[in-house]
């Protein structure tokens, strides 16, 4: 029984401990973007020459433009924008979509997200691992706070007829996006269509159609 406690223990601490990016061992380790040495993250610059600009972007009160095909855009600020973020385990974004556009179904391979509406109206949603699938989602509005749990599929639609707009703010430096459709029908080289006839149980002419817009 002891034992059973202790493994489900270990359970728990082990996803906890892999739920966000590894500690930092010093104050700070601003990203280094030149450095040719290859690690997990950046290489550090010398701390001595380390200024406030590293921990510093401006340009957040601009609206993202959102004329493309979803009418949303995503404005990304993590270690790429600010290189004092490296090992820091956190990063954000802004989101602008335009009335009744959406942020397609994707997911953050390095970062579970919390997201806060600014302005406007949205439906959000994410899915659960197989078997299940449920779709668990909300109707958020200005000042309301929403969840995305690691690893999951998720999106947002704007469902007013003004701009929405809202934070994310996610739990890696480096959180990743997977776009499902863009990785799916749009990789590089193609994935076979007869393999994504076969596993969207449509017909090739359907797949083709779909991966020329990707
Ligand atoms: C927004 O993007 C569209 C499509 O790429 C472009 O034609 C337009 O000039 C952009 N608008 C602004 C304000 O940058």
């Not at 202790?6 to 450095?35: G, K, N, R």
């Not at 993250?41 to 493309?68: E, M, Q, R, Y």
């Not at 990743?176 to 994935?191: C, E, H, L, R």
């Amino acid at each position: 029984m002891a034992s059973v406690f202790f493994l489900a223990l270990l359970v728990i601490t082990c996803t906890c401990v892999l739920a966000s990016d590894h500690s930092p061992l010093q104050d700070f380790c601003v990203a280094d973007h030149q450095s040719p040495v290859q690690v997990n993250g950046f290489a550090c610059k010398d701390a001595k020459t380390v200024v406030g600009d590293d921990f510093f972007f401006k340009g957040l009160h601009i609206p993202g433009n959102t004329s493309n095909a979803v009418g949303s855009r995503v404005t990304p600020v993590n270690v790429v924008q600010i290189p004092g973020l490296n090992t820091l385990g956190i990063s954000l974004a802004r989101l602008d979509i335009a009335p009744w556009g959406i942020n397609p179904p994707h997911l953050h391979p390095r970062a579970s997200e919390i997201l806060t509406v600014i302005e406007g109206q949205l439906l959000a949603g994410f899915v659960t691992s197989n078997p299940e699938n449920r779709l668990i989602s909300k109707v958020l509005k200005k000042g309301d706070v929403f969840v995305f749990p690691q690893g999951l599929v998720h999106f947002q639609r704007n469902i007013g007829n003004g701009y929405a707009v809202a934070i994310a703010s996610l739990g890696s430096q480096n959180p990743g996006v997977i776009t499902i459709a863009n990785t799916v029908f749009g990789s590089n080289p193609d994935i076979a269509s007869d393999v994504l006839a076969k596993a969207f149980q449509l017909d090739v002419k359907i797949v083709d159609q779909i991966q020329s817009k990707f």
